[in-house]
């Protein structure tokens, strides 16, 4: 899996980004957000259990991502269609402001997110810098959601460029901060 330090790699994805008619597919790639922290998602299936809740409570902080100038992608392996199909059909995700990415076999096996037993992506979180440079990831297992709180968290610590302890939540000081008083 890709790891902190490394270079994002170069994609482009189709995503859907609308029920509007005419409107539901655009092109997404690495450099389609300049100057921007990306934070990048990724689910195992359309049409499943745990990935709607994710797929929401990412769109529900959608303003918190973008008061920090990030902006958020998500997605799995399955296609564009797939994502449209299960967002006409799923009360819960008709209104998504986020796209969600097909995560074709190029941009899995770049990024290291294919689930080696299941053939699905993982439910994995990227954090890259403005500069394409990876900051955070982490995957969990597929029957396992992630807390999308946790994702700004860590965040706002990578955002600070300062060392952060752990449990560190926006306000509070860091510990460069701790460090310049007691000297």
Request: charged residues 25%; negative net charge; glycine residues 6%.
């Amino acid at each position: 899996m890709i790891s902190p330090g490394m270079k994002l790699p170069e994609f482009k994805a189709t995503a859907c980004v609308s029920l509007e008619k005419g409107k539901e597919f655009q092109e997404i790639t690495d450099k389609s957000h300049p100057g921007k922290w990306l934070v990048l998602y990724t689910y195992p299936k359309d049409f499943t259990f745990v990935c709607p809740t994710e797929i929401v409570e990412f769109d529900k902080k959608l303003s918190a991502f973008a008061e920090r100038d990030a902006v958020v992608l998500g997605g799995s392996t399955d296609n564009e269609y797939s994502h449209l199909a299960w967002r006409r059909e799923h009360a819960d995700l008709k209104d998504l402001k986020h796209p969600l990415l097909f995560w074709n076999p190029d941009m899995v096996n770049a990024f290291g997110v294919l689930h080696p037993q299941a053939g699905v992506a993982l439910r994995a979180t990227i954090i890259a810098d403005p500069q394409g440079i990876v900051r955070f990831a982490m995957a969990n297992d597929l029957s396992v959601g992630r807390n999308v709180d946790e994702v700004l968290r860590v965040l706002d610590a990578l955002q600070t460029d300062e060392l952060c302890p752990c449990n560190w939540k926006q306000g509070q000081e860091t510990l460069t901060q701790q460090l310049k008083k007691s000297a």
